[in-house]
């Protein structure tokens, strides 16, 4: 079981949607996923209220700072993989999903590089690092990348990123018509009409590469043990 948690304390950063994307990829290949709804405007939520059923994904809402340690626990041996949306800012619950986390994805919007959000995750990463002497494995994700931009221009941004001490996944999740109306219309992109949604195929595509790269990252038994983990967790601020 792994624990991947979407962070971004800027708001509309591209969390929930990075985190439906994965979270519904990776439920399609068979993984059992346990979503964790810990933003109260409950988007992700809201999204199975008007899904349904969806084979292998399971969604958890209001989660606290209490009960987060208490389901990754419970779920340890139902889940392959736990992902935790978190609200779009830098509360009690960010810093326990972080420290609870086997990866970290950052999303960040690759046209406006606006990345102070970002930066405040970073910053509180290396704090529950230093202060629970434990490692935190994160990775930036471009999101709503435009579907034109150049390998060559993501490689700069990624270099750019990478010398200042932080990794970024290859694969950026593209600005796709898809990745809204998801949310409407409820389902994931298996069962969107083609005929309908503009580039679903594509969609799809980056889905699958998104979760490939996301499963890569993991280690097929996470690195640390879950009960250390839990232990070593720093006090909520
Ligand atoms: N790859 C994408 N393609 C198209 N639209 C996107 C994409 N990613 C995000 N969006 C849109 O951008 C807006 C913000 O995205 P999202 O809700 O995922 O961000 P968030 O970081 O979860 O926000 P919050 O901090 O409010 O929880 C939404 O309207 C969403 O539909
Ligand atoms: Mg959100």
């Known amino acids: ?69 208490c389901h990754i626990r419970e779920l340890k041996d139902e889940a392959d993989y736990i992902v935790v949306d978190l609200a779009g800012a830098r509360d009690a619950i960010v810093a326990l999903a972080l420290g609870l986390s086997d990866q970290v994805l950052i999303p960040v919007q690759g046209c406006a590089m606006d990345a102070r959000g970002a930066v405040q995750i970073l910053e509180l990463i290396r704090q529950i690092e230093q202060k629970a002497r434990v490692r935190i494995n994160h990775s930036v994700v471009l999101t709503r990348v435009n579907s034109l931009v150049t390998t060559r221009a993501l490689q700069a941004i990624k270099a750019l990123l990478a010398s200042r001490g932080v990794s970024v996944l290859d694969t950026p999740i593209i600005e796709r018509a898809a990745y809204r109306e998801i949310f409407e219309l409820g389902g994931t992109l298996q069962t969107m009409d083609p005929n309908r949604v503009s580039n679903l195929d594509k969609a799809r595509e980056n889905a699958f590469a998104l979760a490939s790269e996301v499963q890569s990252l993991l280690p097929v038994t996470p690195r640390r043990a879950l009960m250390s983990r839990l232990r070593s967790l720093p006090r909520a601020a």
């Open 1 to 69: 079981m792994a624990v991947i948690t979407l962070a971004n304390a800027k708001g509309g950063a591209g969390k929930t949607t990075a985190a439906l994307i994965l979270a519904s990829e990776l439920a399609r290949q068979g993984n059992r996923v346990v979503i964790l709804d810990a933003d109260p405007q409950r988007w992700i939520t809201s999204w199975s209220e008007v899904s349904g059923y969806i084979a292998n994904l399971e969604v958890i809402s209001h989660i606290t700072p209490a009960s987060l340690p």
